[in-house]
C-alpha cells in the first residue's frame, strides 16, 4: 500500500510541475489583460477587421472651444496606473522593471505612469525605488 501511496504522490507531483508554468503564464495574462482594459481597443478581444463607412452627409460635431476639455479619458484614471500604485503600496521600494515583471507589461509605460502619479502626490521616489505618499 506504501508504495502505491508513495507512486501516487510522484505522478501528483510530476503533474503540478508541469502545470505550473501554465499558472503562472494564467496569472500573466490575466494581469496584461486587466492593464488592457483602460485602453482604446484593448477591450480584450480582437476587433473585427471592417470596410471603411462612407462618409458621405455626414457632418462633423461642434468641437468644444479650443483649450477647454482634453480628449479621451482623464489622466491618471487608466487601469494600469491603479495597478502600478497599489503594487507600490504593497511592496515599498519596488522598482519600475519589478512593476512592469509584475502587470505582464513592458517597462515603457511605466516611466510615464509612475512620475505621473508623483505628480499628483501619491507615490514619491527614492533612488529607483518608489513609495507610497503618506497620507497626510
Not at 53 to 73: H, N
Not at 80 to 109: C, D, F, H, W
Amino acid at each position: 500500500m506504501a508504495d502505491f501511496l508513495d507512486e501516487k504522490k510522484r505522478e501528483i507531483d510530476a503533474r503540478l510541475k508541469e502545470l505550473r508554468p501554465l499558472v503562472e503564464e494564467f496569472h500573466r495574462l490575466e494581469a496584461a489583460s486587466a492593464a488592457l482594459q483602460g485602453v482604446p481597443g484593448g477591450g480584450g478581444r480582437a476587433a473585427a477587421p471592417t470596410a471603411t463607412p462612407a462618409r458621405r452627409g455626414r457632418r462633423k460635431a461642434a468641437a468644444p472651444a479650443a483649450g477647454t476639455r482634453r480628449r479621451g479619458r482623464p489622466r491618471g484614471s487608466g487601469t494600469r496606473s491603479k495597478q502600478a500604485l497599489e503594487l507600490v503600496r504593497t511592496r515599498p521600494g519596488i522598482t519600475i522593471p519589478e512593476i512592469a515583471e509584475a502587470m505582464g507589461i513592458q517597462q515603457n509605460y511605466l516611466y510615464r505612469v509612475l512620475p505621473s502619479l508623483q505628480k499628483d502626490g501619491l507615490v514619491r521616489k527614492e533612488g529607483r525605488g518608489w513609495h507610497p505618499r503618506e497620507a497626510a
